[in-house]
């Protein structure tokens, strides 16, 4: 492939990522770089894998609570999951994307850290 054509294709993924995550240019450009290492294939395999991984419905082990952080813009598909395979999930709902709380600036990172300190904290 022409070296303009993939460095147009960057590019393009660069802006969906900061439109779509909220990214600035340092955060998409570190992001991209950590997946430059891998071939699309491998990426797709990984997806693809974690579609097939099976769970018994109803999942419930004794004294273990299951905590969820849900990023809403994921799609219910995702809460209905939980709902599904673990009894009783505790599930904290945020409105942002699919781990946008790890690149989208502390106004995201924030709310998420304490939630997951406050899960820490709680009986099981």
């Given at each position: 492939m022409k070296k303009w054509v993939i460095e147009k294709k960057k590019?393009?993924?660069k802006e969906k990522l900061k439109n779509l995550f909220l990214m600035d240019d340092d955060v998409a450009d570190k992001f991209m770089a950590c997946f430059s290492r891998f071939s699309p294939e491998s990426i797709k395999n990984e997806y693809y894998t974690d579609l097939l991984t099976h769970l018994e419905n109803d999942i419930n082990v004794e004294h273990t609570k299951v905590h969820f952080i849900y990023a809403n813009k994921m799609g219910e598909k995702y809460l209905k999951r939980y709902k599904k395979y673990f009894h009783d999930p505790y599930i904290r709902e945020?409105?942002?994307?699919?781990?946008?709380?790890?690149?989208?600036?502390?106004?995201?990172?924030q709310p998420v850290l304490k939630a997951i300190d406050e899960f820490m904290k709680m009986p099981v």
């Open positions: 590019q393009k993924t945020f409105g942002m994307q699919h781990e946008q709380w790890l690149f989208g600036g502390d106004e995201y990172a």
